[in-house]
């Protein structure tokens, strides 16, 4: 999501100047590729595409055919990766070496009015929760069901979009909100009359909050970094000469925090990654007790090992069980080495990445699994007749190169 | 080092406007601390301090004193950051509850003339090359050898310092040169006429180097991530539309390659981190092939394990032995999840940092030994005579709080 709110603001620039933009969305990957579904760019009519869809290789081509594709509505395009496809006119193949099969949907965003996929960025923009969206990647029932129509669930209420007046309106709903209880992209194949229907379910997640106490010049460079990976930051210190705006001028919020108060950030904590940084012994006891008991998602405190087991048990004495401490990560910090204050900000924010994404760190060369998630999964037995109705309801709807 | 070359820039330009600078310098650690010995910060008169010497906790005290410390002369001070001492008038303590001492040496830069330390690191920045240099913190041998007394190695062979006129230089610039070959800092203690000495040997590294074959937009925030750890990076590509320099306003070098040439950039990745990226089959086993011929130090290769697999059977085919598989990284980066640019930039970077620190990238919650590399060591049998030596020499030595 956080590579989607700087799209989400080309986007609405366009249409406050009256204008449409063509989205490209990376529906469905078929082995490898840099990208997953989900990953968006978008070609306004004059200005610079933003966003990526693939590791730089397709996004020309892109940029180049997606207003000509969308002319007579959406489409979808597939893409080879594969060398064996090199120079074949069937696929559209780059050559990559990559063997793998990018299947990208095409839609042309209106310059006003309703627009479920708006709807839903400003929502999770907005409100910073998570946002559910249904799209249509293949049909096999002719008319009954547009490739890219839409169902959405943002804060997990309202519903609305184009699929609200389907007859699967109700279970696609359903199935809306187990999406964003799972907090993962899934696919789903749904029977429609004689036909079925292709559904890309996807969880759109709130942009990362990190909350950092302690505003000393080594956090400097963690809100510059932090940035860069287009995170929401807030710094919060006690001493006033130190959490000032222009010392840190990429944060978001520059907080001076009132050290009486240890719980007067539980709801900026609730659902952040959190680093304790504050390098005094009595600021970081305090603070890391009000986040122990604000269900942070993550907590990091710096420092010697020694050093945090003894502010542990300070605050055990004052406040009995710690609810947080299943997710209190110290020494802060993947094992990089290297002691400046850039070098120790990258290795707290991979971690951060690592932990909230389910990954130990550690070199890819050691991993067994796979280097991504799983994609978006087909939820239904994947019978041989659906696997032939896939490929059909595919070639129906892809445009021939 | 990367972190001295700011620092020697404002160095350099105090020396232009004809003023002198206070450097402190951490020489001596005991305990936990942020910063290791060879931490360095600059008090110039009037701007602001460069530099730092611990997480933020000493900065502001040493940016206070550090020109009256030195009226007299070079000073060495101690720094606790121990809970026990706080209050304590004996030692200057901050409360931190690291339980380290950070021992500080004070001294003036002169505003013109030779001086060792500017020699060294101008030879680091310039030649690329490391340099070694030697540095009297102790000495129970009055008036022979004075606090900051210096011997240095640039380039591995000019030598020069004060303590070039010592009876010790011939050993101490043997000692220089195994510094220079470890590659690491480390403490010496010399017998000195009826006392000793004790010498900060510093290993002082030149500017990381990476450079980066593929100048696709996911090489973007690579450049500008690299660079605020303050990399020297280099881009290469042989599409010239790619390889532009208003594409990477923060690359120290932008190049278009000539795929004709697979080893032109020898000198170029000899003792570098490379990351080859061009999305492209073919010119990734250009690149990759003329790297593993060039003594880098860390090669990663992007894209999934079997695509490089096939990459370098077909090298190996053309090219038999590839000398630099030991160093090869694939699928490039550790294992932090996330697909954008941004994230895998962060991958790859973290791994390479992890790599040449011969750390292994997981969680530092997990890691049993000293979280950073063990201290410069004190290269001598530590009897109790030396242990004592060493105390009234800190206590000769040390400004009086």
Chains 1, 2 share one sequence.
């Not at 708006?118 to 547009?146: E, F, K, N, W, Y």
């Not at 379910?201 to 950092?212: D, G, K, Q, S």
């Amino acid at each position: 999501m956080s590579c989607l709110i700087p799209l989400l603001d080309v986007l609405l620039a366009e249409r406050n100047a009256g204008r449409e933009a063509v989205l490209a969305t990376v529906v469905k990957v078929d082995g490898s590729a840099y990208r997953r579904p989900g990953a968006r760019m978008l070609v306004s009519r004059f200005g610079r595409p933003e966003g990526t869809i693939s590791g730089g290789c397709l996004e020309a081509e892109v940029a180049r055919k997606a207003w000509w594709l969308t002319e007579a509505g959406p489409a979808l395009r597939s893409y080879s990766t594969s060398e064996a496809d090199e120079g074949s006119e069937e696929a559209l193949s780059f050559g990559l070496g990559c063997n793998g099969k990018v299947h990208v949907l095409f839609e042309r965003l209106p310059a006003s009015g309703p627009c479920a996929l708006i709807t839903a960025l400003l929502g999770v923009r907005d409100t910073q929760q998570p946002a559910a969206i249904a799209t249509v990647i293949a049909s096999s029932a002719d008319g009954s069901h547009r490739l890219g129509d839409r169902l959405l669930l943002v804060s997990g209420q309202s519903a609305e979009g184009e699929l609200l007046q389907s007859a699967l309106a109700e279970q696609i709903r359903i199935d809306l909100q187990q999406t964003l209880v799972r907090g993962k992209s899934s696919r789903y194949l749904y029977p429609n009359g004689t036909g079925k229907i292709e559904v890309l379910m996807e969880y759109l997640p709130p942009v990362r909050r990190l909350v950092v106490f302690g505003a000393g010049h080594d956090a400097q460079p963690l809100v510059r970094m932090a940035k860069l990976l287009g995170w929401h930051v807030t710094i919060i210190d006690g001493r006033s000469h130190f959490a000032r705006a222009e010392r840190f001028p990429d944060a978001d919020q520059v907080l001076v925090g009132d050290v009486e108060q240890p719980f007067a950030y539980r709801e900026l904590v609730r659902g952040a990654a959190v680093a304790v940084m504050t390098h005094s012994l009595v600021q970081d006891a305090h603070w890391l007790q009000g986040v122990l008991h604000s269900e942070p998602c993550y907590v990091g405190q710096l420092g010697p090992r020694e050093r945090t087991e003894r502010l542990l048990a300070g605050i055990h004495e004052q406040q009995g069980e710690l609810p947080g401490l299943a997710c209190l990560h110290y020494p802060i910090g993947l094992d990089l080495g290297g002691d400046t204050p850039e070098s120790v900000a990258m290795a707290m924010l991979a971690e951060i990445q690592a932990v909230l994404n389910g990954r130990n760190g550690g070199s890819l060369r050691f991993r067994s699994a796979s280097i991504h998630d799983s994609d978006p999964v087909l939820i239904a037995s994947e019978t041989e007749t659906e696997i032939a109705f896939a490929a059909e309801a595919y070639r129906r709807f892809a445009v021939q190169p």
